[in-house]
């Protein structure tokens, strides 16, 4: 948040300091720095002291600052980007199982992601529970198809398998439906099916609501708490990988207070590599108020520190105004209550919305809210709406709500257009027109249920429009440059966090928050861009993660 006191104070001290105790801690030399400031400034160097960015200029400037303790890295012409940061990844719960679940994310054959699944039954417990829980999608297999029950078994006879697609269907093997104890419907969470083929068949998998979906994975049995923890300090890790340094977190379906304790452990460890501002939202119907007043009585906007740190409430604030497009005037009653409540307290507040055909029953509250209490200084966002209309925008910025913008495309692309049309699909998202008006806008996922986490698959995505099976839908019109696709995703989500000031860009005084590239992020053919990993992240100064010829 805000600490141009406490930068100040910095300042004031570092200046009485003797000369030695000045020079940096770290300086980065010869590398191609990619500030993402004001103007966009490329600079050769930088230093740090303290955790925070001291100078920036040319190779020889920076060697002229180092003392003897200095730290020098020679970047050998590669390129440098602020830590990038997810406005909107489900990182909390991901977290939770990353080392007991199996990962398809970025898997390009289905042959491979089976493969996956028989390397798990041989090298976890014999019999655990073998689970991928989203963020993938047929399209991104060669067989362009999902698995068959057959396929499960023959990998692991074993094992009961549990493989989920987005929040409609999930596919589980005879011994999965046994552990369970399901035989029949009737013991399916309402809204439950079991899926038939076309000769009536069952295939194995059930299909249904997102509340059946979600139902379902709650009876699967649970990571142990030290598993939670091993899974946080992992997730991070492989964040780190991919040059992210924070995420903001919009709760999610299925988190509880406890979804929460392996993070704070890992964060009283001093053991936290990705900052984390997280929300706090809703699972139940009908007593929402009393949900979110008990969760957040003790909790006032903003506390933590610059590793975790509250940041309000969301992304599901009331059931009825959850993924509803037809919200009738007594759940629109009652989300105004909360909403006027947050305002009143000084929450930030963020919302899933899809629709724009429907956000004005959402923008209307905001907007009533506003009238009562400025909503600007608290930095509502909405996030999703990819087919967000001018006229929309034009409401956003007015009150000061921000967009988070994920890569829902990359994998609902071709559905997305079926329904809408071709015109409609080639500016999905408008991030160029929503600059042009202004709206504060963050660049992220929404992993790892419905999408993949990999920032660099989501930045190819922004500049090239194409799904992962390569359909490219959106046009020029709607298509960021490389510096502003990097703007979102760095500065464009600090905003999120209330952090801007403090974080998302390389300038002096900010947090040394970075990444050092595989490859050159402005030269490299988009559609290689995806493959780009860092080879040194740090988070405040410190190496979080580091590649040769870095490690
Ligand atoms: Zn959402």
């Known amino acids: 948040m805000k600490t141009f006191v406490g930068t100040f104070v910095l300042l004031v001290l570092v200046g009485a300091m003797p000369a030695s105790a000045q020079s940096p801690e770290t300086i980065l030399v010869n590398g191609k720095i990619l500030t993402v400031d004001a103007q966009s400034s ?3 160097a930088l230093a740090i002291r303290g955790g925070r960015i001291t100078a ?5 400037e920076m060697r002229k600052l180092a003392g003897p303790q200095s730290r020098v890295i020679d970047l050998g012409g590669r390129t440098v980007i602020p830590g990038l940061i997810d406005s909107h990844l489900h990182a909390i719960r991901a977290a939770l199982s990353f080392t007991t679940e199996v990962n398809w994310i970025g898997v390009r054959t289905l042959e491979e992601a089976l493969g996956r699944v028989k390397d798990a039954a041989r090298t976890m417990k014999p019999g655990s529970w073998l689970i991928v829980a989203g963020g993938w999608n047929p399209q991104q297999f060669k067989e362009n198809r999902r698995p068959t029950q057959a396929e499960l078994v023959a990998v692991a006879p074993e094992n009961p398998v549990y493989i989920q697609l987005g929040y409609a269907w999930a596919m589980l093997t005879p011994l999965a439906h046994k552990t369970l104890g399901l035989t029949s419907e009737a013991d399916l969470p309402a809204g439950g099916r079991f899926e038939r083929d076309a000769a009536g068949n069952l295939t194995g998998a059930i299909t249904g609501s997102q509340p059946a979906i979600v139902g379902l994975f709650d009876k699967l049995p649970r990571p ?10 992992a997730f991070f890790r492989e964040l780190n990988r991919l040059g992210i340094t924070g995420v903001i977190d919009p709760s999610g379906n299925n988190m509880t207070g406890e979804s929460y304790q392996a993070l704070f452990k890992v964060w009283r460890d001093q053991a936290l590599t990705v900052r984390v501002a997280y929300s706090l939202g809703t699972q139940g119907s009908g007593k929402e108020f009393d949900e979110i007043k008990a969760t957040t009585a003790l909790l006032p906007m903003g506390l933590g520190d610059e590793m975790l740190r509250f940041n309000g409430i969301g992304e599901r604030i009331t059931g009825g105004m959850y993924n509803n497009d037809k919200p009738g005037q007594a759940d629109k009653d009652e989300y105004y209550r909360i909403a006027l409540w947050a305002a009143e307290r000084g929450l930030t507040l963020t919302q899933h919305w899809n629709r724009d055909a429907s956000v004005d029953n959402l923008l209307a509250i905001f907007e009533r809210v506003n009238q009562r209490i400025p909503i600007a200084p608290l930095r509502w966002s909405i996030a999703h709406l990819n087919d967000a209309s001018e006229q929309t925008l034009r409401r956003m910025k007015a009150l000061g709500v921000g967009w988070t913008v994920q890569d829902a495309m990359y994998f609902g692309g071709e559905a997305f257009r079926e329904s809408v049309g071709e015109a409609s ?15 504060a806008a963050g660049a992220g996922t929404d992993a790892h249920r419905v999408a993949s986490y990999n920032p660099f698959t989501a930045l190819q995505w922004f500049l090239d ?8 839908l959106r046009g020029p019109e709607e298509t960021p440059d490389r510096a502003e696709a990097l703007r979102l995703y760095t500065i464009g989500s600090a905003w999120f966090a209330h952090d801007d000031d403090v974080r998302g860009s390389l300038e002096v005084g900010k947090l040394a928050d970075l990444a050092i590239l595989s490859q050159d992020y402005m030269t490299v053919p988009v559609d290689r861009l995806g493959a780009t990993e860092s080879l ?4 405040g100064g410190k190496m979080v993660y580091a590649a040769a010829p870095f490690k």
């Open 42 to 44: 490329v600079r050769e």
């Open 56 to 60: 920036l200029g040319t190779s020889a």
């Open 224 to 233: 142990t708490f030290d598993e939670q923890v091993q899974g946080t300090k």
């Open 425 to 439: 699909a080639r500016r999905t998202p408008p991030v160029v027109t929503a600059k042009k008006i202004g709206v």
């Open 465 to 472: 429009g194409k799904t992962v099976s390569g359909v490219a």
């Open 536 to 539: 040194l992240t740090m988070v």
